[in-house]
């Protein structure tokens, strides 16, 4: 770490009305409610633990008086005043308000950040005039490094940012549904971030809607954006639906869905295999063929025995054997619900 991130010293922890504490680096965090929660049950059972940080700017339009511009603790602030604190236990340093942010970008506090955030704060600390070059010396980083967490921020939109430091989103959504979303149809993007402020949807519940978006016609794709918590209603509907079916069926059930299925498999790689032909086979696909050899013996012989002990409780079975049956119904797809 450069030597430049660490203040020159600090200050002992000092009791500090919230009255006092300037918030000017708020909108940097993510606002996660389920953390502000838990750490304000721990503040009531154990109290303040963790000293939150800051350093004091002067006011020359207040006579000289100083503002306690927070740096670290937002968090903590948020559950202080949960839990009715009108007090803060903050530990204050004695350098200016970059130097500070650098110091705690670099965890020399211990303290964890979102990669996202990381970006917010670098882009923060561009604004105050230092450049890729100088963020990565005074962090301690390489420029490869800040590079790709601004990089981060490129594909976002104010709104997607807006409901992230709202934490009606989630970093992992924002990255992996809203972005490529946005990138694909921007339209759907925004429909879809509409939605989340809407319905609250969970990071699991957008995973499954954008697993299933990636896969639907066109037509479906809009009925999804335009009602995705109806989608997903249904298709949880499908789900229990479905679980029922095995229930009831039990374990016979389920194994005579596995063969017939196992039967539409075979035939359809009978078809690509003499669609291939011998002269056209991969090393990899006759080494695959020769691993499932065995098992299909193993099966084969199973079945055998099965047919043999069947024909000797009914031997009419022998006389007039049954048809191979119809073919095994394809499975409904699940978006199929709300089509």
């Not at 200016?96 to 110091?103: F, I, T, W």
């Not at 609250?200 to 519940?205: A, D, F, G, Y």
């Not at 999804?224 to 479905?242: G, I, K, N, T």
């Not at 084969?300 to 119904?329: F, K, M, W, Y």
Request: aromatic share 4%; net charge neutral; with cysteine.
């Amino acid at each position: 770490m450069s030597e430049h991130t660490h203040p020159a010293h600090q200050s002992p922890e000092q009791c500090v009305e919230l009255h006092r504490l300037q918030l000017r680096f708020e909108d940097l965090r993510l606002h996660e409610p389920r953390a502000i929660e838990q750490l304000a049950r721990s503040i009531e059972q154990c109290g303040q633990r963790v000293p939150c940080i800051a350093v004091c700017e002067a006011v020359s339009a207040n006579g000289g008086a100083e503002q306690w511009v927070l740096i670290d603790g937002y968090r903590r602030v948020a559950a202080l005043r949960r839990v009715g604190q009108d007090t803060a236990q903050v530990e204050r340093w004695h350098c200016d308000v970059a130097q500070a942010l650098l110091r705690v970008l670099c965890g020399a506090q211990g303290r964890a950040h979102a990669p996202l955030e990381q970006a917010l704060w670098l882009r923060e600390l561009q604004g105050q005039g230092l450049s890729q070059r100088e963020l990565a010396q005074r962090s301690g980083r390489d420029v490869s490094w800040v590079s790709r967490r601004l990089s981060l921020l490129s594909d976002l939109s104010e709104g997607v940012l807006s409901a992230l430091r709202e934490g009606t989103l989630s970093c992992w959504a924002a990255t992996r549904v809203l972005t490529p979303l946005a990138r694909a149809n921007s339209a759907h993007a925004q429909a879809l971030l509409c939605a989340v402020r809407e319905h609250s949807l969970s990071t699991r519940e957008l995973r499954t809607w954008f697993e299933h978006y990636r896969s639907a016609s066109r037509t479906t794709r809009e009925r999804m954006v335009q009602h995705p918590r109806l989608f997903l209603q249904a298709l949880s509907a499908d789900e229990q639906q479905h679980a029922l079916a095995q229930l009831r069926a039990g374990p016979e059930g389920q194994c005579l869905t596995d063969l017939q299925r196992l039967r539409g498999f075979i035939k359809a790689v009978r078809a690509r295999w003499r669609a291939l032909g011998a002269h056209h086979l991969s090393a990899e696909l006759i080494e695959a063929a020769r691993a499932l050899k065995p098992q299909l013996e193993a099966l084969c012989i199973e079945l055998n025995e099965v047919s043999e002990h069947e024909d000797t409780r009914d031997p009419q079975r022998r006389a007039h054997p049954q048809g191979a049956g119809a073919e095994p119904a394809t499975d409904q797809s699940a978006v199929a619900a709300v089509t």
